[in-house]
């Protein structure tokens, strides 16, 4: 079993920035990728906002390219998501998964609010 337990969201207003965190309790290099997605309520699916590999491959939905960065401290065994340029659109809650290609994990989310 792998724990993720995650933080940073919270309530910010139309260009402003956060940065989500994600401690994981096995090593984040043990996983064949690890990234995070999101939800609204009336959505029936996550959608990808990025994820990196194992080897440093990273991809990012298309609504969030070029204002978000993921990265990872692998000594920490954290994963990080920096948001700049929020937008009332990426208001969601936001999970922290990872894969270990037999099976997968996601933590127990983090709202994210954008609003004047």
């Known amino acids: 079993q792998v724990q993720l337990v995650e933080s940073g969201g919270g309530l910010v207003h139309p260009g402003g920035s956060l940065r989500l965190s994600c401690v994981s309790s096995?090593?984040?290099?043990?996983?064949?990728?690890v990234g995070w997605y999101r939800q609204v309520p009336e959505a029936s699916s996550r959608e990808l906002v990025a994820?990196?590999?194992?080897?440093?491959?990273?991809r990012y939905g298309d609504s969030v390219k070029g204002r978000f960065t993921i990265s990872r401290d692998n000594l920490q065994n954290t994963l990080y998501l920096q948001m700049d340029n929020l937008k009332p659109d990426d208001t969601a809650v936001y999970y922290c998964?990872?894969?270990?290609?037999?099976?997968?994990?996601w933590g127990q989310g983090t709202q994210v609010t954008v609003s004047s």
């Open positions: 994820t990196i590999t194992r080897g440093d491959t990273i």
């Open positions: 998964h990872v894969d270990q290609g037999y099976s997968e994990y």
């Open positions: 096995r090593s984040v290099l043990s996983f064949s990728a």
